[in-house]
């Protein structure tokens, strides 16, 4: 079985720019996560879906954060503009519903210069 | 804002020798804890979970231990070998709802294991 996928594997930008991340998770698996992850930390839950409704962005920057899972199956993650802070590597995962267990993607790293 | 955490950020072993790994949690109200495993370059590999019901609960080579009365939870790894080395964190989940999914992770320890 696939595992989630994720492109790019590493970004490089300069801060004010745009960027955007992929992920496809596993086929059939209705929830899907995004974390952001800086140096030295665990991850942190930036939003999660169901199919293709929102259920948790309550810790997503929004005024420049954005993603989206429109046909409840591949999601992107964006960010514009883009800030120092957010240098971090992006982690994607899914599960077959709420509640059961997670599987993540390898990440993208984004180095914001 | 309540929060998981680690006693050590690293943790040096001999090949062979047994891990134990620590971790306090501040919520009482959480049901539900998960062991990850992250090598380098990957993300989050489960490894065990507990729920609160229980104290113990053993895998392949890994163990994990609840102390609800202390807010403690620790993972085991028996016969320590190289390719364990990794940054290990528990992640705990609040249970019920729409907030079953949502994993609150800890900082993190990472465990280099000698040949």
């Known amino acids: 079985e696939a595992g989630v996928a994720q492109s790019p594997r590493y970004k490089i930008i300069e801060k004010r720019q745009s960027v955007a991340f992929w992920c496809n998770p596993i086929?059939?698996?209705?929830?899907l996560y995004w974390y952001q992850q800086i140096l030295g930390q665990g991850p942190k839950l930036l939003i999660q879906?169901?199919?293709?409704?929102?259920?948790?962005d309550s810790q997503l920057p929004k005024d420049r954060f954005s993603a989206e899972r429109l046909k409840g199956v591949d999601s992107t993650l964006k960010i514009q503009p883009a800030k120092l802070e957010d240098s971090a590597v992006y982690l994607c995962?899914?599960?077959?519903?709420?509640?059961?267990?997670?599987?993540f993607g390898p990440g993208t790293r984004l180095t914001v210069l | 804002g309540e929060s998981v955490g680690l006693h050590l950020p690293t943790l040096s072993v001999q090949e062979g020798d047994n891990s134990i790994i620590n971790c306090a949690y501040s919520?009482?109200?959480?049901?539900?804890f998960i062991w990850y495993k992250q090598e380098s370059g990957k993300g989050p590999q489960f490894i065990i979970d507990?729920?609160?019901?229980?104290d113990k609960r053993q895998g392949q080579r890994v163990t994990v231990l609840l102390n609800k009365t202390v807010k403690h939870l620790s993972l085991q790894i028996a016969a320590t070998q190289p390719g364990d080395s990794a940054v290990y964190f528990c992640?705990?989940?609040?249970?019920?709802?729409?907030?079953?999914?949502?994993?609150?992770f800890g900082q993190g320890t990472i465990l280099t294991v000698h040949p």
């Open positions: 995962a899914s599960s077959l519903d709420e509640g059961r267990e997670q599987f």
């Open positions: 086929s059939g698996h209705a929830t």
């Open positions: 879906f169901q199919n293709n409704g929102v259920v948790d």
């Open positions: 919520n009482s109200a959480s049901d539900y």
């Open positions: 507990i729920r609160s019901n229980m």
């Open positions: 992640a705990e989940n609040m249970g019920g709802g729409t907030s079953y999914g949502k994993l609150t």
